[in-house]
């Protein structure tokens, strides 16, 4: 049974069940809010939060894709790929992602740790009952990264992640089109909605493209 949305003390009034709380697109960390929680996991020693954090700025997954990564999807011979490709749960269509240096770097380090094996998950869960990280506790996690650097965790989720390095994309090329391929949209509006372009910026976009 659901939980009563509406206030019972006044017949007349509701409130709302999100009452209080942040809601709407959880923004993208800023470049500066990257490396400092990169810089402050590799401080502390988070191997593999450091591993889970790179992997969701490269790879843009939705979280659902993220955390049922296999190691197989990412490596081969212990060592990771420049490039890997999987298909999405949510659309069932392929997308392709990069693995820069560091990310590389961390994913390694992490299958050395975890002493990990070709066709097991590569964040598997601490948790009895669940093969593997789930999107709950991955929410979790991503909230504790930014009260890590002094952010209101409230104002961020896994979104943020997946939103990250596609908004520095945009921001830096103004290519829409190959942001939309990152993402795995099928619809340009989807991307557009997704990184949240205001309309001066569309129109922009529109006045520097002959048709």
């Known amino acids: 049974m659901y939980p009563n949305q509406y206030s019972i003390s006044d017949p007349g009034s509701h409130t709302p069940w999100n009452k209080g709380q942040l809601t709407g697109p959880k923004p993208p960390f800023k470049l ?25 700025i490269d790879s843009k997954l939705r979280g659902c894709d993220l ?17 890997a490709a999987i298909v999405q749960r949510k659309t069932g269509k392929p997308v392709q992602f990069e693995l820069s240096e560091h990310t590389r770097s961390s994913v390694e380090s992490w299958i050395l740790l975890a002493a990990l094996r070709d066709g097991q ?11 593997h ?9 991503v909230k504790r990264w930014a009260l890590l ?3 209101d965790p409230k104002s961020y989720g896994t979104h943020s992640l997946r939103r990250t390095k596609a908004t520095l994309i945009f921001r830096r090329t103004r290519n829409l089109r190959a942001v939309q ?12 909605r997704y990184l949240g372009i205001e309309v001066d910026d569309a129109l922009e976009i529109a006045e520097q493209t002959e048709a």
């Not at 996991?41 to 790179?54: E, P, S, T, V, W």
């Not at 990280?133 to 979790?140: I, P, V």
Request: charged share 20%; proline share 3%; hydrophobic share 45%.
């Open 121 to 131: 998950f590569l964040f598997p869960s601490r948790l009895a009952g669940s093969p």
């Open 32 to 56: 500066k809010e990257v490396w400092a929680i990169r810089t402050r996991l590799q401080i502390q020693g988070c191997i593999r939060d450091l591993a889970l954090f790179n992997l969701a």
């Open 133 to 141: 990280l789930s999107t709950r506790q991955y929410a979790r996690i």
């Open 149 to 151: 650097i002094g952010l």
């Open 181 to 192: 391929l990152l993402l795995g949209h099928t619809k340009l509006e989807s991307t557009v």
């Open 67 to 83: 955390v049922s990564l296999t190691v197989n999807d990412v490596s081969r011979g212990g060592r990771a790929l420049s490039r």
